[in-house]
């Protein structure tokens, strides 16, 4: 977003809760770093906006944010509080009760002062209409002028690279042990989590490589950074070495691979693969890593249910399969990796199809709220700073704001909940974040 609306000529200030490392891409925009709860550092930065564009915790963390005069774009591309119904299973009930209301509490927010926003899919955007409907924001005033309400809600999806990806080194064939030249390598982009299937897709690559011994399966990440690992990881794991098909067949990256270094495995790949459960998390996603397989020109299975199964479905870019059917997946891989014709195929519509997904095209709605700022017509309705602080301290989340007294309520939630261990080991995690 950064470098696109810099590109368009816009002075761009790029904020991150992160740390600042030296290896932070460097683009036609400024970098800071911001402390959550540091309301002076983001007030310095407001004053000399006219558009923010946010996307997570921010307008919890930073709460000016909820009350800014200047135009606000909240980017709602995950549907947090739906994540979270499948995120927060391992998680004691109390706390995963909590986990899911205060995610709703916080879109919710957002959702109830941004001027626009910005999701992924046309699913997704009837999903949120619902939503703001429920908060009272399709009336008359934000109708008249706009009937489709596009000037509230517009379709933004993460994008992909207009440049293909380049490959500068090997390393999977002839690196990784097990994968050689003649392999056909399906690649599993992206983190393992529990709203995933990986152990369908495991049992299917065991089967299929009976009779197709020269079959690998590459898991590119298991260890997402500042993210403790969930349950599926070790799950998957044990499945393979229980198939016999651990560290050769199927290869876990125990590490995790460096955004701008991707390129490397997606080119060195045959296929892509994306499997899950069909649940509401489902229904309304929007899974990232199926755009690295069509930047890549991958042809992919993947796992019907989803928006992106619907495009591969539509356009042939791959094999579509029934939720938790090793023998329907096994066919389906064997089909993009060894169907020559039917692969080239896929691949000739992946190069046009991937053209919709590019930045640029992306942010269309982005760039032209940049080009011209206009608050939304309700928010402009409100008539200025004190209404929207009326309007929106209906839904703040104070008990939210990072902090001491936040860290010890959390603390004592899961101390009575979880038990000592469990305090001890989010304090480790903390920790190992930092």
Request: overall charge negative; charged content about 25%.
């Amino acid at each position: 977003m950064a470098r696109v609306l810099g590109e368009a000529g816009h002075e761009v200030v790029l904020a991150t809760t992160s740390t600042l490392s030296a290896e932070a891409p460097a683009g036609p925009y400024r970098m800071t770093a911001l402390r959550p709860g540091d309301d002076s550092a983001f007030a310095a930065l407001e004053q000399d906006a006219e558009l923010i564009v946010f996307q997570g915790h921010a307008m919890e963390q930073f709460p000016a944010l909820a009350v800014t005069d200047r135009v606000v774009v909240a980017d709602v591309y995950d549907p947090m509080h739906l994540e979270m119904l499948e995120q927060g299973r391992e998680q004691p009930h109390a706390t995963w009760e909590m986990l899911v209301r205060s995610r709703t509490a916080l879109l919710n927010q957002q959702l109830s002062r941004a001027d626009l926003m910005l999701c992924a899919s046309p699913r997704q955007r009837m999903f949120y209409l619902g939503q703001l409907a429920a908060l009272g924001r399709i009336t008359p005033t934000t109708y008249a002028n706009d009937p489709e309400l596009e000037r509230l809600i517009a379709l933004a999806p993460f994008g992909l690279e207009s440049t293909p990806p380049r490959h500068e080194r090997d390393v999977l064939r002839g690196v990784v042990p097990g994968l050689a030249a003649e392999d056909r390598i399906v690649v599993w982009g992206g983190g393992l989590y529990s709203w995933f299937d990986p152990l369908s897709l495991i049992r299917a690559l065991a089967l299929l490589a009976e009779r197709r011994p020269e079959t690998r399966l590459v898991f590119l990440g298991t260890k997402h950074p500042g993210v403790e690992p969930m349950g599926i990881v070790k799950e998957s794991i044990a499945l393979a070495e229980q198939l016999g098909v651990l560290g050769r067949e199927v290869v876990f990256n125990e590490g995790w691979i460096p955004y701008e270094e991707r390129q490397n495995h997606l080119t060195e790949a045959d296929a892509g693969v994306s499997t899950h459960h069909v649940h509401i998390e489902t229904e309304f996603s929007f899974r990232t890593r199926i755009l690295d397989y069509l930047w890549a020109g991958l042809p992919m299975v993947v796992t019907e249910g989803d928006a992106f199964a619907d495009l591969v479905e539509t356009e042939g870019l791959g094999v579509v399969v029934p939720a938790e059917d090793p023998d329907a997946l096994a066919a389906g891989l064997e089909r993009v990796l060894y169907d020559r014709e039917f692969a080239d195929a896929a691949r000739a519509r992946i190069a046009e199809v991937r053209e919709r997904f590019v930045w640029e095209r992306a942010l269309e709605p982005l760039l032209a709220i940049a080009a011209a700022p206009r608050r939304a017509a309700d928010v402009e309705a409100a008539g200025g700073r004190e209404a929207l602080a009326a309007a929106s301290a209906v839904l703040a989340r104070p008990d939210g704001r990072p902090g001491l007294a936040r860290d010890m309520r959390m603390a004592w939630h899961h101390l009575r909940h979880g038990g000592l261990g469990e305090v001890a080991r989010r304090v480790r995690s903390r920790l190992g974040r930092r």
